[in-house]
RNA sequence: GGGGGUGUGCCCGAGUGGCUAAAGGGGACGGGCUGUAAACCCGUUGGCUAUGCCUACGAUGGUUCGAAUCCAUCCGCCCCCA
C-alpha cells in the first residue's frame, strides 16, 4: 500500500494524529515538503521480548511512515541494553548478557514485523557503531553535554531527590541514543513521551555535529489493563501481541471505561474523525459503553489475528463471561486418583491451585464447583465416582476435567 | 577515608525478648453485584490431609528456657562530610 504523492498536509493530518509532542512543531513539514523519503527512526531496547500493545504503539505509528513512502531505521540497542535505560525507572537497571540480548532482539524483530513493512525497513544494531568508539570519542561526546542539562531530567531529579542512586554509567545513556541519531543521520525519531529527553538530546548532538537535527516525535504512554500503570509486562497488565485471540479479547474488555478511547486512537486503525465521533457518543450516552468495548476488543484481535478468530474469541467470551457456560475445550489432565479423593490436592495436581493450602481456603470460599455443583466448605474427600471425568471449576472462569492415566 | 542510616511475607510497611505465621495498606485470588475480567461491597492471602509439625523477618554464628526483636562478624543498599 505505496501512497507516495500525498500532499504534504495529508501526510501531516495522518502522522500527527494520537501523537503527545512534536519538537519543533514546524520541522516535519519541512522535511516533508522536499518530497525525499524520510529516515524515521525508533531505537529499541532489547529486553522484553513479549511485545504488546504498548509497544505496538510506536511501530504502528512507524508503519503508517512506511505507507506514506518513508524508511524505517530500526535500531536493536544491543549495546545500549549494556547500560540500561534510566528512563521512567527508579533504579538503576540490571545489565543484560550478551546471549540474552541476542535471543531477545531476534524475538523482538520477528514480533515487530508483525506490523512493520519489512520492505521498507532498515535493520541496525548500535553496537556496530557503540563498540569502536575509544575513550578519547567518548569524552568528546560527552563533553557536547553538560551535567546541569543532563540533571534536568525528571526521572534523574527524582531519583536524586528521593536519595535513589544513579551510577554514573546512566548519563551516558542519552548520549549514546544521540550519537544512534548521528551514525544513522535521522530525520525523525520516535518514542514514548519518557523519551523526549533522549530525543532532544539526539537533536543538540546533531546539531553539534554540523547536521541537520532530528525532529522529536513523541507518543503517549498506554496504560495497561489496570487503567493506571503504563503497560509493562513487570506490572503484568499487559496485552501481548502473541496472546491468544480469547485472551486478547478478554484483556481489551477489562480496561477501564475510560480508556477506550485513547486505545481507539492508539491501537485501532479507525480514522480519526470516527474516533472522534465515537468519543462524543459515548459522552453524550448515544453509544453503549459495552458496544463500544467489544468493537474495540473484536478490531485488536482482529488487527492481530484476523476477522475470523476475533468472533471466536467473542462468542468465547459471551459463553464464559456473560452467561457463565462451561467451555466446550476444558482440558483433561490424566491424574491417579485414590478411591477417596482429597479434593485441595486435587486442585493442585489438575493446577487449579498453587498449594493444597490454597485449594482448601477456594472451596471454603465457595469457589469449587465438581460436575457444576459448589463445594460445601470443609468438604475435601469425596468419593473417586463423583469427581474423575467429571468439570472441576475454580472460580467463573477456570475449569479442568481430571481422567484415569491410559 | 570519616560519620550515620537501613535490609521484614508478592510489594510497601508496622513491629525492640514470649500474647508474632508477624498490625496496616497495595496487589492477587474467591464470593456478591454488573454491560464488563470496570466501580463498589464481603471474604481469603507461608507449606503440610494438620487441634499438630515444618519453613520464614539480608547471611552466619552467639546470648537466652524462649529472638524478627539482644550481641558479634559478614553481605547488600542509602545519606551526609571529605
Redesign the pocket.
Given at each position: 500500500m505505496r501512497r507516495d504523492v500525498l500532499p504534504v498536509s495529508e501526510q501531516l493530518r495522518i502522522l500527527t494524529s494520537g501523537i503527545a509532542d512534536l519538537v519543533p512543531e514546524a520541522d516535519l513539514a519541512k522535511k516533508l515538503e522536499r518530497n525525499r523519503p524520510l529516515r524515521v527512526k525508533l531505537g529499541v531496547d532489547p529486553t522484553a521480548p513479549d511485545l504488546h500493545l504498548g509497544h505496538a504503539v510506536p511501530l504502528r505509528k512507524l508503519r503508517q511512515f512506511q505507507d506514506l513512502g518513508h524508511t524505517v531505521v530500526l535500531i536493536i540497542g544491543d549495546f545500549t541494553a549494556l547500560i540500561g535505560d534510566p528512563s521512567g525507572r527508579n533504579t538503576t537497571r540490571p545489565p543484560l548478557s550478551r546471549e540474552a540480548i541476542d535471543a531477545n532482539a531476534q524475538t523482538y524483530v520477528d514480533q515487530a514485523f508483525r506490523i512493520l513493512d519489512p520492505e521498507r525497513t532498515e535493520l541496525r544494531r548500535n553496537s556496530d557503531w557503540l563498540e569502536p568508539l575509544g575513550f578519547a570519542d567518548i569524552l568528546r561526546l560527552t563533553s557536547r553535554f553538560t551535567v546541569a542539562r543532563t540533571l534536568e531530567r525528571d526521572d534523574f531529579q527524582k531519583r536524586y531527590r528521593e536519595?535513589?542512586?544513579i551510577s554514573l554509567h546512566e548519563f551516558l545513556y542519552p548520549v549514546a541514543q544521540a550519537y544512534d541519531s548521528v551514525a544513522i543521520e535521522a530525520d525523525v525519531e520516535l518514542g514514548g513521551t519518557d523519551q523526549l529527553f533522549n530525543l532532544l538530546a539526539g537533536r543538540e548532538l546533531m546539531e553539534k555535529s554540523g547536521m541537520e537535527p532530528q525532529v522529536a516525535l513523541t507518543l503517549p504512554l498506554l496504560e495497561g489493563t489496570?487503567?493506571v500503570q503504563k503497560m509493562s509486562k513487570s506490572y503484568g497488565n499487559y496485552i501481548g501481541l502473541a496472546d491468544e485471540p480469547?485472551?486478547m479479547f478478554?484483556?481489551v474488555?477489562?480496561i477501564?471505561?475510560s480508556l477506550m478511547v485513547k486505545y481507539y486512537r492508539l491501537c485501532t486503525d479507525m480514522p480519526v474523525d470516527e474516533v472522534d465521533a465515537l468519543e462524543s457518543g459515548l459522552a453524550s450516552g448515544d453509544v453503549h459503553?459495552?458496544a463500544a468495548?467489544r468493537d474495540l476488543a473484536r478490531r485488536i484481535v482482529t488487527l492481530y489475528h484476523g476477522a475470523r478468530a476475533a468472533a471466536a474469541a467473542e462468542d468465547r467470551f459471551n459463553a464464559v463471561?456473560?452467561k457463565h457456560e462451561v467451555p466446550d475445550d476444558v482440558p483433561e489432565v490424566p491424574v491417579r486418583l485414590?478411591d477417596?479423593v482429597?479434593l485441595?490436592?486435587l486442585l493442585?495436581a489438575l493446577g487449579l491451585a498453587?498449594?493444597?493450602?490454597?485449594g482448601?481456603?477456594?472451596i471454603d470460599?465457595?469457589?469449587v464447583k465438581v460436575a457444576g455443583v459448589t463445594v460445601e466448605p470443609h468438604a475435601?474427600?469425596v468419593a473417586r465416582a463423583r469427581v474423575e471425568g467429571q468439570i472441576v471449576q475454580?472460580?467463573?472462569r477456570?475449569h479442568a476435567r481430571p481422567v484415569a492415566p491410559d
Open positions: 536519595g535513589i542512586g489496570d487503567g480469547f485472551d478478554g484483556k474488555m477489562s477501564p471505561d459503553p459495552n468495548k463471561f456473560v485414590e477417596d482429597y485441595p490436592g493442585v498453587p498449594s493444597s493450602g490454597e482448601r481456603r477456594l470460599g465457595g469457589g475435601y474427600n475454580v472460580g467463573k477456570r
